[in-house]
């Protein structure tokens, strides 16, 4: 799912509207719906605002509005061809060479 559909979905079924997250959570609440329809890109830090109202996994979340955890990161970085051929084993997809 992507991060707007998520954060829609999340807000959704916690019955709160826009204004009132936006209240709660100290954002604008035209930027949480640029958010929700996909026209903004959320910071890390405004992810971790996200996480901590709704009980959500923040690296879930971040996976979900296209950024990579920091430390995933590292791991990919420091072991590409193992961490690909793990991932492809493990959840399918293109076998590498």
Request: proline share 3%; glycine share 4%.
């Amino acid at each position: 799912m992507d991060f707007s559909s998520l954060l829609k979905d999340l807000r959704t079924k916690k019955g709160v509207s826009i204004k009132k997250l936006a209240t709660e959570i100290d954002l604008n609440y035209t930027y949480i719906s640029k958010l929700e329809n996909a026209k903004a890109r959320p910071s890390l830090k405004v992810i971790n605002k996200f996480s901590h109202y709704f009980n959500y996994n923040s690296d879930e979340l971040a996976i979900a509005a296209g950024k990579i955890p920091e430390d995933v990161e590292k791991i990919l970085k420091s072991n590409p061809k193992e961490t690909i051929k793990y991932l492809r084993s493990k959840f399918g997809g293109i076998k590498s060479k």
